[in-house]
């Protein structure tokens, strides 16, 4: 099965020509901050905290999470450098499959203290 870096690689424009750097996340390059949409079947957001943690293990960083009791969808917006996007996509589709990702937008998430 193809990895979903190998997709993004392959169809984003700027990684034309540059496919093997695309796919690999380096620690010491994050590139700017995004938020990535992850929406996950269910109502129970504990199950899916724990089912993120140990998919993302010490690369989950800032998140939000959010339930919509009517449709049973849990949505979660996980904060990430740009350069860890594609290993970030790739642990969560091998550690909850049922996953599905959606708006990626620039910028961090509001962290109220």
């Known amino acids: 099965m193809p990895l979903i870096s190998d997709f993004i690689a392959a169809s984003h424009p700027a990684a034309q020509g540059h496919r093997a750097a695309a796919s690999v996340a380096r620690p010491h390059d994050h590139g700017p901050r995004v938020c990535l949409t992850v929406r996950i079947p269910g109502r129970d957001t504990q199950a899916v905290r724990r089912a993120l943690h140990r998919a993302l293990g010490d690369r989950l960083g800032i998140y939000t999470l959010t339930l919509d009791t009517r449709l049973a969808m849990t949505t979660v917006q996980l904060q990430a450098g740009r ?11 091998a550690g909850v499959p049922e996953a599905e990702f959606g708006a990626i937008h620039a910028g961090d998430l509001t962290v109220l203290h």
Do not use: N, R, T, Y
Request: net charge negative; glycine share 10%.
């Open 83 to 93: 350069g860890d996007l594609v290993s970030l996509m790739d642990a969560i589709m």
